[in-house]
């Protein structure tokens, strides 16, 4: 599906899908024109509407994940931010997993609640705290599993229940896992939000998301939405997720391999606390893991002895990993989360999520295991 599905020629007949760089379409005659802006006929009227190149690409989306329809936009906050407004005004109530990326934080703490929507955050991995939330009518239910970046594992199934019992629409951001390591729409979920930057592009070249979903939510929903505040992906930017999401299953394998590796490393090494990976037996909701997803993912997190000084230390010794703040790329990347991805959340914020100075996060990417064990071993023997 990711290689051959809804590819349709031109009458070049060429190998590779087609870039459409085009902000508009052309018309036999007014009267074709006036149909199409009617709706009364199926097909391209404006870029901000729609693209034949960006529409391979979110069949392909639509097909891997499960969904029926899928919308890409211009980045992965985009389609988080679209996914939640779309659907929500002001008295709406929002229910959200605390342990959440720095930028959806913000979303949910400080910028639906000034357009009038009232948010509540609960500890995701308490079930009884979402039956708590829940026991009211609520409109969306938004969380993040695994978390971002203490891989905190929540019970899809179960919150998915209370959820719909309260009336509420359950949106899961996927970016932790990818469509392969989880699917949150078989588990229950009614959206889920992918940042494409991460794992779909997977070598760090593009900015974009994606939001999928029901066929009624994207088309009555989300295009309205979408089409007047127009976060809409570049065609060239689809094009290049095209050919990348081909190598995903190839990917997604060799970088799950490595974190289990590196994770096995860290949690027998003394400097190291304590490590954070769903693979692992020692990880608190590792059954949870274990019953929702294909794999532990491609990212840990671990505490190192020594705080900030230390986790300086063996971040500016590495040589094989990259200091950087992405994730799901071809080369395996360290980030230092209260400084970089959470560093706007207060130290009180943080120590809630359960991030402090010593915290640690890696990504791995598509290195041969035995380099990436090696610099690691190098590194931490110099601490």
Known sequence: MLIHDFFERSQFEEMSEPIYMTSGYTYKNAEEAEAAFKGETERYVYARYGNPTNSILEKRLAELEGGEACFVTSSGMAAVFSSLACCLKAGSRVVSSRALFGSCDYIIQHLLPRFGVETLMVEGTQLHEWEKALSKPTDVVFLESPSNPTLDIIDIPAVCTLAHQAGARVIVDN?????????????????VTYSTTKHMDGQGKTLGGAIIGSQKYIK??????????????????????????????????????NALAIANLLEAHPLIKKV?????????????????????????????????????????????????NNHGDSKSIITHPATTTHQRLSTEERAAVGIDDSLVRIACGLEHQNDLVRDLEKSLDLL
């Open 175 to 191: 970016v932790f896992a990818n469509p392969l390591v989880q699917k949150p729409l078989k588990l229950g979920a009614d959206i």
């Open 220 to 257: 009555e929903l989300l295009t309205p939405f979408v089409r007047n505040t127009g976060p809409c992906m570049s065609p060239f930017v689809a094009w290049i997720l095209i050919k990348s999401i081909e190598t995903l299953p190839l990917r997604n394998d060799v970088m799950c391999q």
């Open 276 to 324: 954070l990976y769903p693979g692992l037996k020692s990880h608190p909701q590792h059954a949870l893991a274990l019953a929702q997803m294909e794999t532990g993912g491609n990212i840990l997190s671990f505490y190192i002895k020594g705080g900030k000084e230390k986790a300086f230390a063996l971040m500016n010794a590495l040589k094989t990993f990259t200091i950087s």
